[in-house]
């Protein structure tokens, strides 16, 4: 998998994905409403949700973003 730099896309709404900050933190995020979310808790497989989220405070500083490997197999 690859980065790709937000200036040539983002992902799609309410995906999960990694993303690079531009001081070189890399964060589990989703995307919604033109904002960055990263989950303060772990999400509920079965409905897909989360029990809080927190919008980052600086979407500027997001550079890149890449879809998350796949799980590993048990």
């Known amino acids: ?34 904002r960055w979310y990263i989950s303060r808790d772990v ?3 079965a409905t897909d949700c989360y ?6 405070t600086n979407d500027s500083n997001v550079t890149h973003w890449m879809p998350l490997p796949p799980a590993p197999k048990q």
């Open 1 to 34: 998998m690859e980065w790709i730099s937000v200036k040539d896309r983002f992902p799609e709404q309410h995906k999960e994905v990694l993303i690079s900050i531009e001081y070189g933190d890399i964060i589990q995020a989703n995307y919604s409403g033109n």
């Open 51 to 56: 029990a809080s989220l927190a919008q980052l």
């Open 43 to 45: 999400r509920d497989n």
